[in-house]
């Protein structure tokens, strides 16, 4: 069993920035993806940033350019660094690890809320 554990989040004024870590514990193998998506009230859930085990990002066309994601593989740690938030960003994000056989597993969720 995969538990993943987020941390960071929380209130910001737009332009501001803002981190995001998620830590995977238990037994983990065979990872091809980590990453986040964001769920808004009233809409769809969407992928927000993603690293492949090799090290691929991809982003949310919105988020690029303002948005990084990286990796830690020992730690088996992702951290998403958020900068130039606006409120289009509030929603609660989610960490996920995806196994190559397509297992995915998620976090609690942290909330991000962006003032403008």
């Known amino acids: 069993q995969v538990q993943l554990v987020e941390s960071g989040g929380g209130l910001v004024q737009t332009g501001g920035s803002l981190g995001l870590s998620c830590t995977a514990s238990?037994?983990?193998?065979?990872?091809?993806?980590m990453g986040w998506y964001r769920q808004a009230p009233g809409k769809v859930r969407e992928m927000v940033a993603s690293?492949?085990?090799?090290?691929?990002?991809d982003y949310l066309p919105s988020v690029k350019g303002r948005f990084a994601i990286s990796k830690d593989n020992a730690k088996n740690t992702v951290h998403l660094q958020m900068n130039v938030l606006n409120p289009e960003d509030t929603a609660t994000y989610l960490c996920f690890l995806r196994y190559y056989s397509g297992e995915y597993y998620w976090g609690q969720g942290t909330q991000v809320t962006v003032s403008s």
């Open positions: 690293i492949t085990s090799g090290g691929t990002p």
């Open positions: 238990g037994t983990i193998f065979d990872v091809n993806v």
